[in-house]
C-alpha cells in the first residue's frame, strides 16, 4: 500500500460517524449478542435506534431489549426512508439475498464488531496502526490476496457490502492453496463438531498419517467424537488452545460465543508444542479469540516443522493485519495468502501460510 491509498481509506466515511450524523431513523436487523453489542455500542456513542426487526419465521410477538421485534416484512413494506443495521452474520444464500435486497431499498451499513469481545473496527485505529497493515500487505504474495486486504479495509472502516462483495472467494479454490498431500500430519485446533476434519479428509481422499483435533466445548467434543469415530488414526483431546498446559475458564455461549472467559465451566489447556513432537505437516487455527496465545504455544512447532497453516483472521477487528505479523515473526519462510469466504460481515477471513 502506498499514500494514495491511505488517502482512499482517508476519505472513506466512518460507519460510526455516519450513524452518528444520520438523520434517518435507525433499525437493527436481528436479535441475538450481536444486536446487544451493538445496542452496548450506541448507547456509549449517543445513537439513537428506533427499532428491531427478525425475520417473520423468527417473530412471535417478542421483546428484545425493550424494542417490539418486528417483521422484516413490514419494515421492507414501510414508506419511511431510514437506515438498517445489521446485527448477527451469515453465509447462507437465502439469508445473504435477503440481506442484499435491504440495500435496493434503504442504506445499509454492516459495521465490524469483535467476535469475542465488545472490541470494534474505527477508522481512526487503523491509521493509527497503519505501518503495521502495510508490512501485512508487503507480505502478501498474489494480486487477489492484495485486493482482498484492500477490499476488506474498505468494507471495515464503511461498512458497506459492495467492498466485500468485491473479494468472495469459493471456499474450494481457498483450500486449494493448501496442496495437502496423503502424508499430512493434521492439527485442528478448534475442532468444533468435526466438520473441517471431515473437510480435511475429503480434501485428501481419505489418505493422510494423523489427524489431532483440539476442541474445549464438551457438547461439541462429544459431537466431534461421534462424527469422527469411523475414521483411523485420529486423536481428540477436549481442551482449549493456548500457550502452555493449565486450567482456565471457558465459556460455551452458543456457536461463536464459546471462548475463554471469566466465568464458565473449568477447562484444560494445552499448547500444539506440547502434542506435537512427532511432527506437523498442517495446522488450523480457528479458536475463538485465543488466537495470539495459541500461536505463542506453537513457536517451537512452527519454527522447527514448517507446517501449512490456516488460520482464522476475524475474531477481532484488526486481527487480519496484525496476527499475519505475529506468524512472520515466528517463522518468515512463508507465503501468505489471505481469502475471504462468503460471509455478511467478513467472518470467515483466512490466512493461508505456504512454506517456500
Not at 235 to 253: D, M
Not at 255 to 274: C, F, H, W
Request: net charge neutral; charged share 30%; proline share 3%.
Amino acid at each position: 500500500m502506498n499514500g494514495s491509498d491511505r488517502e482512499f481509506y482517508e476519505s472513506l466515511e466512518d460507519c460510526w460517524e455516519r450513524l452518528e450524523s444520520t438523520k434517518k431513523p435507525i433499525y437493527i436487523y436481528g436479535m441475538g449478542n450481536g444486536s446487544e453489542k451493538l445496542l452496548g455500542l450506541f448507547k456509549r456513542m449517543g445513537i439513537s435506534c428506533k427499532g428491531i426487526f427478525a425475520s417473520d419465521d423468527f417473530v412471535r410477538g417478542q421483546s428484545f431489549c425493550g424494542y417490539k421485534v418486528q417483521k422484516f416484512s413490514d419494515v421492507m413494506q414501510d414508506p419511511e426512508d431510514k437506515l438498517v443495521v445489521l446485527g448477527f452474520g451469515s453465509s447462507l444464500e437465502e439469508v445473504m439475498r435477503r440481506i442484499e435486497s435491504i440495500e435496493d431499498r434503504y442504506e445499509l451499513i454492516i459495521p465490524e464488531i469483535s467476535v469475542t469481545d465488545k472490541g470494534y473496527f474505527c477508522k481512526q485505529r487503523f491509521l493509527d496502526l497503519y505501518s503495521k497493515a502495510q508490512r501485512t500487505y508487503s507480505l502478501l504474495e498474489d494480486d487477489f490476496s492484495r485486493r482482498t486486504f484492500k477490499c476488506i479495509t474498505a468494507f471495515k472502516i464503511t461498512g458497506k457490502g459492495k467492498y466485500l462483495r468485491e473479494c468472495f472467494c469459493d471456499e474450494q479454490e481457498a483450500q486449494s492453496l493448501l496442496n495437502l498431500g496423503s502424508e499430512e500430519m493434521y492439527f485442528d485446533l478448534g475442532a468444533y463438531r468435526g466438520d473441517t476434519i471431515e473437510s480435511f479428509i475429503s480434501h485428501t481422499g481419505g489418505k493422510y498419517k494423523s489427524i489431532t483435533g483440539v476442541e474445549p466445548n464438551r457438547r461439541n467434543f462429544k459431537k466431534c467424537l461421534q462424527n469422527t469415530e469411523k475414521y483411523p488414526n485420529i486423536t481428540l483431546y477436549n481442551a482449549a488452545a493456548w500457550n502452555e498446559r493449565t486450567h482456565l475458564l471457558f465459556s460455551p455461549g452458543g456457536g461463536r460465543q464459546a471462548k475463554i472467559s471469566e466465568k464458565g465451566d473449568a477447562v484444560e489447556t494445552l499448547s500444539l508444542d506440547s502434542i506435537s513432537q512427532d511432527g506437523c505437516t498442517y495446522v488450523k487455527y480457528d479458536v475463538e479469540g485465543a488466537d495470539y496465545e495459541a500461536l505463542a504455544g506453537s513457536i517451537k512447532t512452527i519454527r522447527k516443522f514448517s507446517p501449512k497453516i490456516c488460520a482464522a483472521l476475524y475474531h477481532k477487528p484488526y486481527d487480519y493485519f496484525l496476527l499475519p505479523l505475529m506468524i512472520n515473526s515466528i517463522n518468515s519462510d512463508y507465503k501468505f495468502y489471505l481469502r475471504q469466504s462468503r460471509y455478511y460481515p467478513c467472518w470467515e477471513t483466512n490466512l493461508y501460510c505456504i512454506p517456500r
